[in-house]
Antibody, heavy 124, light 111 residues
Framework: EVQLVESGGGLVQPGGSLRLSCAASGFAFNNYAFSWVRQAPGKGLEWVSV????????NYADSVKGRFTISRDNSKNTLYLHINSLRPEDTAVYYC?????????????????WGQGTLVAVSS | QSGLTQPASLSGSPGQSISISCTGTSSDVGSYNLVSWYQQRPGKAPQLMIY???ERPSGISNRFSGSKSGNTASLTISGLQAEDEADYYC???????????FGGGTKLTVL
């Protein structure tokens, strides 16, 4: 059974940093690209970042470029999102999501499995 | 990166059919058949309902169907049921920029 479990969220002061994790199980982790998608309270979904199966290719939404870093450890079947210089507008539930089309960013398509999400709250 | 445009809300009665539109541009929705649709119930993670414009994942009811014309994609739900009440989001992947773009979401109410 495919499982994605996020962790690492919490209450952080503006300007602070956080590392989110997404532990995967039930499939060959390195065969898939992954994205982080966030949802501010009462708002819609916003794609944040994507990483290829090897971890060698990444991309970011303009709204987070330069502050967020996506990475993965295929030996631990874990995806990460490092968030720096946190702002109140970064407050959201952060989901990790798998793309079923494989490991290469050129071939991505959709998100077939999602984690349950982890809440990041930025406030003083 | 402006989002895709969806109606904020729609409603229908049980048994009716409704369609949710998702309008992008010739650079995203219009260029690739990589539109997907997600259902999200309150407090839950999104669930994939349609991928690559009109493909249905295993386990999804055939009451859900997708289509695209030009820069606008649509999700149609036929034979509306109470359990279909949820938020629905479209999403488009642009291979040239390697970015995903979501619509603002549509709140579907079953009367």
């Amino acid at each position: 059974e495919v499982q994605l479990v996020e962790s690492g969220g919490g209450l952080v002061q503006p300007g602070g940093s956080l590392r989110l994790s997404c532990a995967a199980s039930g499939f060959a982790f390195n065969n898939y690209a992954f994205s982080w998608v966030r949802q501010a309270p009462g708002k819609g979904l916003e794609w944040v970042s994507v990483i290829s199966g090897s971890g060698g290719s990444t991309n970011y939404a303009d709204s987070v470029k330069g502050r967020f870093t996506i990475s993965r450890d295929n030996s631990k079947n874990t995806l990460y999102l490092h968030i720096n210089s946190l702002r109140p507008e970064d407050t959201a539930v952060y989901y990790c999501a798998r793309d079923p089309r494989g490991r290469f960013l050129e071939l991505l398509s959709n998100f077939d499995y999602w984690g349950q999400g982890t809440l990041v709250a930025v406030s003083s | 990166q402006s989002g895709l445009t969806q109606p904020a809300s729609l409603s229908g009665s049980p048994g009716q059919s409704i369609s949710i539109s998702c309008t992008g541009t010739s650079s995203d929705v219009g260029s690739y058949n990589l539109v997907s649709w997600y259902q999200q119930r309150p407090g839950k993670a999104p669930q994939l309902m349609i991928y690559e414009v009109s493909e249905r994942p295993s386990g999804i009811s055939n009451r859900f169907s997708g289509s695209k014309s030009g820069n606008t994609a649509s999700l149609t739900i036929s034979g509306l049921q109470a359990e279909d009440e949820a938020d629905y989001y479209c999403c488009s992947y642009t291979r040239s920029t390697k970015t995903f773009l979501f619509g603002g979401g549509t709140k579907l109410t079953v009367l």
